[in-house]
């Protein structure tokens, strides 16, 4: 076999190679606008960084406890309380390399091969490929544009079969920006109770909900806390994605056959980037209020321009995207995506490479200042409009 095509079967490069298309087209270009991956143009908040630098003089450089250094633990459980999560103890906190590792520890503390995992689509897709990792079968339930793409319980319980296991909620959503209504969070508990399910409630982006949305810890609800693994994160909220601390907090039974696996492939989350964490959450929260305005100011210039565009979209009321319908233009998303690259040198990934269904959506990330974002729109529309044009005259009279 010729080497270089000897991996694994559980390798999917299918789906990265549109993005990895679009990088090194973006890379040939000059003023691209890039309103694609999930990172804050925003810089971590200057105390962050200081109690970075601090703890590296302070000899910040060794491994830490597997679970994460206990004090960060213990702030991390006084934060989900003061925010209506629950009660945890310091035990049932484990700190990981970003929120993205804790989302593979679960799959593989507690997937077994063949049990089923349901994932709603759009999706943050890193859920397709950790489930997969762990020989477990993804079950996606589609959302809609129509339905401001809300996950409803009753979606959920049609696609339930005696190999269902786990439901994934990811609240606000990735790629969507949906937050989930407290009513139907309720449902959602009340399912899972009944049938038995593990919930992963990735909450990553609750920190950052617009509209007066309430994001609600499904973990809060009764009975829940003991089948619940919340993911949580501060690339999001603090903008530190590369420093790649994120947790989840668990029943501990659930905490202890998690931190294994976490142990095995990471040994502990970075020394720096702990004590980093533990100044975010402790200092003023002013920095994330301050980052959540700026955020929606964004949102809403993007949602008038797309008003001006005619291009629909789901009022995301989470997150910091807008997913928006592009099926007017007479391309799929992934080709307008290409396009809207190389003639107006504005990066935006399709909506394929987040499980949708239909290929017709294009998720904005808002990580831009409000100027760049209506440069971009201003680019976005040139674009719109001629393919709208290409498209008419090409319609048989
Ligand atoms: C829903 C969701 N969960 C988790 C992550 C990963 O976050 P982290 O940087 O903490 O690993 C992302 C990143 O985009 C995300 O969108």
């Known amino acids: 076999m010729n080497p270089s095509q000897r991996f694994a079967k559980r390798v999917s490069i299918k789906e990265s190679s549109l993005r990895t298309r679009m990088l090194d087209i973006a890379a040939g270009l000059t003023d691209v606008i890039a309103l694609g991956r999930g990172d804050p143009d925003l810089d971590t908040p200057a105390h962050v960084i200081e109690a970075g630098q601090k703890a590296l003089g302070n000899g910040a450089t060794h491994y830490t406890h597997p679970l994460g250094m206990p004090q960060l633990r213990e702030a991390i459980a006084t934060s989900i309380?003061?925010?209506?999560?629950?009660?945890y103890s310091a035990d049932e906190i484990v700190v990981t390399a970003g929120a993205q590792e804790s989302m593979f520890v679960a799959m593989l503390a507690l997937i077994d091969p063949g049990e089923e995992v349901i994932i709603p689509s759009p999706g943050y897709n890193s859920y397709h490929q950790a489930v997969e990792l762990a020989g477990g079968l993804c079950v996606s339930v589609p959302t809609f544009e129509r339905d401001g793409f809300a996950l409803t319980a009753e979606a959920v319980e049609a696609r339930l079969t005696p190999a269902s296991r786990m439901l994934c909620l990811i609240n606000p959503?990735?790629?969507?920006?949906?937050?989930?209504?407290?009513?139907?969070?309720?449902?959602?508990?009340?399912?899972?109770?009944?049938?038995?399910?593990?919930?992963?409630?990735?909450?990553?982006?609750?920190?950052?909900?617009?509209?007066?949305?309430?994001?609600?810890?499904?973990?809060?609800?009764?009975?829940?806390?003991?089948?619940?693994?919340?993911?949580?994160?501060?690339?999001?909220?603090?903008?530190?994605?590369?420093?790649?601390?994120?947790?989840?907090?668990?029943?501990?039974?659930?905490?202890?056959?998690?931190?294994?696996?976490?142990?095995?492939?990471?040994?502990?989350?970075?020394?720096?980037s702990q004590h980093a964490a533990l100044a975010a959450l402790s200092g003023s929260q002013d920095c994330v209020e301050a980052a959540r305005q700026q955020y929606d100011a964004r949102r809403r210039t993007m949602m008038a321009a797309l008003d001006r565009m005619g291009l629909s979209y789901a009022r995301p009321n989470g997150a910091f995207y807008v997913y928006a319908n592009v099926s007017s233009t007479g391309a799929s998303a992934s080709d307008f995506c290409l396009r809207l690259l190389q003639d107006g040198k504005v990066m935006m990934f399709p909506g394929s490479l987040f499980g949708d269904h239909c290929d017709d959506y294009v998720r904005i990330s808002l990580l831009q200042p409000v100027p760049k974002i209506e440069e971009a729109a201003r680019r976005m529309d040139a674009v719109v409009k001629a393919m709208k044009s290409e498209n008419k005259s090409v319609q048989p009279a």
């Open 173 to 272: 959503s990735n790629p969507t920006g949906m937050v989930i209504p407290p009513s139907e969070i309720e449902k959602l508990a009340a399912l899972a109770i009944k049938h038995d399910l593990i919930v992963i409630s990735d909450e990553i982006y609750a920190r950052l909900v617009y509209d007066n949305a309430r994001v609600v810890p499904v973990a809060s609800l009764p009975g829940m806390k003991e089948r619940t693994i919340t993911i949580d994160g501060f690339s999001k909220a603090y903008a530190m994605t590369g420093w790649r601390v994120g947790y989840f907090a668990a029943p501990r039974h659930y905490a202890k056959a998690m931190a294994e696996i976490h142990h095995g492939l990471a040994i502990c989350a970075p020394a720096v």
């Open 81 to 87: 309380r003061a925010n209506g999560g629950g009660d």
